[in-house]
């Protein structure tokens, strides 16, 4: 059908241009597939066997998340590799907290208008980060609103199902008085925290994404703006094996006042020692030229912690050590009190 014959292609919507885009990443999708994925790419509905995957009878856990205002960043920069990337580690860390393993994820991306290169790009980060998490990307949806979203915006979310073994689920009831906080870095500021430092950033200190102030040491604005959110299965898949790990907080929107509180029984709570914290170079520099307070920097943004784990005394070493083993840099961050102020920062 020619351009002027397709009444829906005047109305903005071009199908030719979404379905070129998905089947362009087809075989970067098929390299996620699992043994449990039964089908293949292009059904209305993705199958996936629990009995092959070897996870029958587990509890199911799943998440929905999204990637925020990072998506103008990365439009901006000219690749949206990486907020595929984002979305998949994003949501493998949310139920790794409880446990979980990742199964399967399913994404949905929409736009004003199909731009099939940005879709093809989006897609083979997220197959990337699931191939990297063993996990299958199991189907999806690319959706395109004139009228709904502005010229040239982008949306990601997603979805990801996971299992975790019934005696093996993380629900923060072991977590007592004198465990210890072991803090894994983050890679900058992950998914959260975007809006400000777009205000800050563009609006107010009038930076381009080229640009490379001292706190970055030699990296660019759009290179640390655009860190791929870490996943935190790898380093952590070990202990919640050997069960020193007995309880877990993704630090996203909220920083650590609002997520540690998440998994802390009644009567608990923690003190952090924020020097103990390997500070994050462009939470840095969003603080100082924002004049933003500590207490607002340690709720919107992770401050250059990405993960918490809750482990006994006398487990630390090995935590440490399986952390290291694994490649990352874990640190003391503090430790669990009796208290009715969840989180103490001093």
Known sequence: MSEAQSAYRQAGVDIDKKYAAVT?????????????????????????????????????VASTDGVGTKVMIAAQHGDMGSVGEDLVNHCVDDILVQGARPLFFLDYIAMSQMVPERVQQIIM?????????????????????PGVYRDGEVDVAG????????DQLLDGSRIQAGDQLIGLPSSGLHTNGFSLARKILFHDAGLDLSDSPEELDGRSVGEALLAVHK????????????????GMAHITGGGLPDNVPRVLPAGLGVHVDVDAIPRSPICDLIVRLGGVSRDESYRVLNMGIGMVLFVRPDDVDAALAACREAGEAPFLAGSVEASEEKVRLS
């Open 159 to 166: 979805t990801i199902v996971g299992s975790v073994p019934r």
């Open 125 to 145: 980060g997220l197959a990337k980060a699931c191939a990297e998490n063993s996990c299958a990307l199991l189907g999806g949806e690319t959706a395109e609103m």
């Open 231 to 246: 996943s935190y299965l790898r380093p952590c898949l070990p202990l919640l094996e050997r069960g020193i790990v007995h």
């Open 24 to 60: 362009g990443a087809s075989e970067a999708i098929r390299n996620t597939h699992t043994p449990g994925v039964v089908g293949d790419v292009g059904a209305f509905g993705g199958l996936f066997d629990l009995e092959r995957a070897n996870v029958s009878g587990q509890l199911m």
